[in-house]
């Protein structure tokens, strides 16, 4: 199969005849994004910023990983999590009234069917083909398709095992990295797992049975609360007094003014290219990972506190290695990275879906200069505690329920902002019928010349990269649910817009996983490219304590 399948319109259609049994009139259900989640769709329709995948590479026996066994399980998923088979309707310009919704499968062969035509098996098409037309041709996924798979069957060596990759991708409004991950794990589950401990892996009968199971539980009966889960922001407190609100909000202002960062990668000069994500991954082996966790351990420090020392370190060696870059010690170096709010939730039903969006954002902010009377080691782990200082600083101070809240309205109106700008300019493109002009990347930051009496100077506060780090998701892929399926990798990114750039990172099967993923074009030739040499050369100076020539500052 060469062609991706026309996406469904969102809604499914009720089965024909009379024969087939548990065929009924199915509502709609609708719930109003979150501000959060808004922020992520208004920015996506245009080119997909921010769609994401998740890639699973596995070796399993190939009766294990048919066509039908695996559009089963996405059928059970798809029941059991509502927003990977909803769609977002909004009428032109009525961007607080962006609405999720939702039409189930009027019977389990309708569930089966919606799975079908939201995946796409390859025999002749390589995992990385596939992920590099997600990352940059034609946009996959939209307003009306929400999530896709691929099941890759790679080539056969004969042996009684095939290597396969599932890749899932979904528009970001509706997950995070997190869930996706989770996701994975039950998708592993019910393909390669048994129905109870000694029990042999769930026959084609079995998941059928499941799946007519699943159906039944949730619409034998149609509900008359919304199937969709809530957002993010409904499950954290809110302002209970108008008092608290405008305190919060005085309170935030002044956290965020004091993040200040004066440090961003050199644009390409050209202002008219095309948008091009590249990936590039590192990972280090067991032994090398070994050392990284006992010395961060020995730091009291996380991995995730380390690499942003990395990146600290990364920035200023190759700011000195090439003299052309305009860049000053004055101003310190900030980056950003998500937060999960699961933790904060209340405790919810155990059969609720998981599957939506709960991340918010914390910045970093780290000196752009080394003392010259310290170790560079004992400057490195000093940093990477302060920097587990400010995210826990942060995490436990009692206004981040209001912080997160007041981040989240910020967000989206800035995105509502934009998407005016661009609709007006889609408008008057169509008008005139002149070709859609392509974003400008962003202007360097300038801290502006103040008038002869004015009594504050504004800093600027951009942050340099983002980081998106999951720690050990081992935790996550219980290799134990699926003895059948040897998982070999978990990964994934997400495609970019117009000068975008963000690291993950995480251990896997004891290794420890770098992916670093920017829109190439945006940038000096070679500058990107000399940041992600030196942040190789630094974990294994500081983390694996492997030193290196050439790569003192």
Not at 404 to 413: F, T
């Amino acid at each position: 199969m060469s062609q991706v399948p026309v996406a469904l319109s969102g809604h499914v259609q009720h089965e024909e005849g009379a024969s087939e049994p548990h065929t009924q009139k199915m509502p709609t259900y609708s719930r109003t994004l979150s501000h959060n989640e808004l922020s992520y769709f208004l920015p996506s329709r245009a080119y997909g910023l921010n769609d994401l995948f998740s890639q699973f590479t596995f070796r399993a026996p190939s009766a294990l990983v048919t066509h039908h066994r695996v559009c089963l399980v996405w059928a059970i998923i798809r029941l059991r999590h509502p927003l990977l088979a909803s769609r977002i309707e909004m009428s032109p310009g009525a961007y607080d009234d962006a609405q999720f919704t939702h039409c189930p499968p009027s019977s389990p062969r309708g569930a089966l069917r919606g799975a079908e035509s939201n995946s796409c098996v390859y025999k002749d098409r390589k995992a990385d083909e596939l992920i590099e037309d997600f990352l940059n041709g034609p946009r996959l996924l939209s307003a009306k398709q929400l999530s896709f798979l691929h099941l890759v069957a790679r080539d056969h060596d004969g042996a009684s095992t095939r290597e396969y990759d599932i890749i899932i991708y979904y528009v970001h409004c509706i997950c995070d990295g997190l869930a996706a991950h989770q996701l994975g794990h039950v998708f592993l589950s019910l393909l390669g797992g048994s129905a109870g401990p000694g029990q042999p892996v769930r026959s084609d009968r079995e998941l059928e049975a499941l799946l007519e199971k699943e159906w039944t539980s949730q619409w034998g009966k149609v509900q008359g609360e919304s199937v969709i889960p809530s957002p993010a922001e409904a499950r954290i407190p809110a302002a209970l007094s108008k008092f608290q609100m405008i305190a919060s909000k005085v309170e935030h202002k002044a956290k965020q003014d004091r993040y200040l960062g004066g440090h961003i990668f050199p644009r390409a000069k050209s202002s008219i290219r095309k948008t091009r994500t590249r990936i590039s991954n590192i990972s280090f082996d067991k032994a090398q990972t070994s050392s990284i966790l006992t010395r961060c351990k020995s730091e009291r420090v996380t991995v995730s506190n380390a690499l942003f020392v990395i990146c600290n370190f990364a920035w200023m060696r190759t700011v000195r290695s090439l003299d052309s870059l305009p860049t000053s010690e004055t101003f310190p170096m900030m980056m950003y990275t998500a937060i999960s709010l699961r933790p904060f939730f209340q405790t919810r039903p155990a059969d609720e879906s998981f599957f939506f969006l709960a991340v918010s954002y914390l910045n970093v902010v780290l000196p752009s200069f080394l003392p010259s009377t310290a170790p560079q080691s004992a400057v490195f782990w000093n940093r990477a505690r302060w920097v587990r200082q400010q995210c826990v600083q942060y995490i436990r101070s009692p206004f981040l329920p209001m912080r997160v809240h007041n981040m989240s309205q910020e967000r989206a109106i800035r995105a509502k902002r934009f998407a005016k700008e661009d609709d007006e300019m889609l408008h008057a493109t169509v008008n005139t019928n002149k070709p859609p002009t392509p974003p400008k990347p962003s202007p360097p930051p300038s801290s502006p010349s103040p008038p002869a009496l004015a009594p504050q100077q504004r800093f600027p506060s951009v942050a340099l990269l983002g980081l998106s780090q999951m720690n050990n998701v081992d935790d996550i892929y219980v290799a134990s649910a699926y003895p059948d399926i040897q998982l070999s990798f978990v990964g994934g990114h997400t495609r970019k817009g117009p000068g975008g750039m963000l690291l993950f990172s995480h251990t896997f099967r004891g290794r420890l996983h770098l992916m670093f993923g920017w829109d190439a074009p945006a940038f000096q030739p070679g500058v990107v490219e000399k940041f992600w040499e030196n942040v190789q050369h630094g974990v294994e100076e500081f983390m694996v304590g492997s030193q290196r020539n050439g790569c003192k500052l």
